[in-house]
């Protein structure tokens, strides 16, 4: 499969009735001219989501019911995603519908790490939904946090009933947790704004300033270098930290300046795994920066 003709790939995540099958089908709807594919995950002997899926030819609608798809992450889902892109040369975009209780850091890092996942499919980001009202009393708020801050794209649902200054300061919440991705609200055209051919290497950093966040759990650490780095020093000083702490890094994104290098690079990985990728920006100033998120409170790296 030549590189023009990769497979781009979206993971939709979110706790339980978040809403992620609703916006599956919205942006099957939304995209009648794309050929999709779906891996689908839900536990049980009984498919119940696949039956709700509207817009895949059941063909192309793989499914994952032996558990819980991080937990089944070995050679069965790897393998069902070089067979989608085997048998079906036409297929344009892929997504991925998680369990409501599913580590999203697992779902991704293969198509950091394996290098023939690499060559079929261009990862385009992970999408989150966020139900508004069940938020603060949902069980496992661990694994909740957990998919909230390895999202690049975060969807707020079950607002309805919320007034506007409610809406704003859950917002503002789900900003402070992630400061990485794009918020949109469910009702106001969200599907709309979702681009299929977007791609978390046009990296945006919502909000650079702060050094470090800390809100339930999820910390936000930023480190800022103002001179070129050695690409290959940091590189690998980098891949030996990340190792150690991948278990609590869950998402690392940065724009990094290199000496003899004329373009910036991106940075972009989750749990210990991650690719750099030359950039369409010309370096004007040595400056680089890199984000990580995760459950830390004091994370130290030697990169330098």
Do not use: W
Not at 2 to 25: C, D, M, P
Not at 165 to 178: G, L, V
Not at 236 to 247: C, F, T, W
Request: proline share 3%; glycine share 6%; aromatic share 8%.
């Amino acid at each position: 499969m030549s590189q023009h003709n990769k497979i781009s790939v979206t993971v939709v995540t979110g706790f339980l009735g978040a809403g992620k099958t609703t916006f599956i089908n919205r942006i099957l709807k939304a995209n009648p001219e794309t050929q999709f594919a779906l891996v689908e995950n839900e536990f049980g002997d009984v498919s119940i989501d696949t039956q709700l899926i509207k817009g895949v030819d059941a063909t192309r609608l793989f499914e994952l019911k032996d558990g819980c798809i991080c937990c089944t992450i070995t050679n069965e889902y790897e393998g069902i995603l070089k067979e989608l892109a085997e048998r079906f040369p036409h297929v344009e975009y892929l997504l991925i519908e998680t369990t409501g209780i599913a580590d999203p850091v697992s779902v991704i890092r293969p198509f950091f790490k394996d290098d023939e996942l690499n060559a079929l499919y261009n990862y385009n980001g992970c999408v989150c939904m966020v139900d508004a009202l069940h938020f603060d009393n949902q069980p496992e708020k661990e694994i909740l946090l957990k998919q909230l801050a390895v999202a690049d794209e975060v969807l707020i649902t079950k607002t309805e009933q919320l007034t506007d200054t409610p809406k704003k300061d859950f917002k503002k919440k789900i900003q402070e947790m992630n400061s990485l991705s794009a918020i949109h609200f469910a009702e106001n055209r969200a599907t709309e704004k979702f681009k299929l051919n977007s791609s978390v290497s046009e990296i945006k950093f919502h909000n650079p300033e702060p050094a470090g966040h800390s809100h339930a759990k999820i910390n936000t650490k930023t480190f800022r270098f103002n001179q070129l780095l050695d690409k290959d020093e940091f590189m690998r000083r980098l891949a030996y930290n990340l190792d150690i702490h991948k278990s609590i890094v869950y998402r690392v994104k940065g724009i990094l300046c290199f000496e003899n290098e004329p373009y910036e690079f991106i940075l972009q990985g989750v749990g210990g795994s991650f690719e750099l990728n030359e950039g369409e920006t010309l370096v004007t100033k040595p400056e680089s920066v890199l984000v990580l998120i995760g459950n830390f409170e004091d994370l130290q790296l030697d990169l330098l």
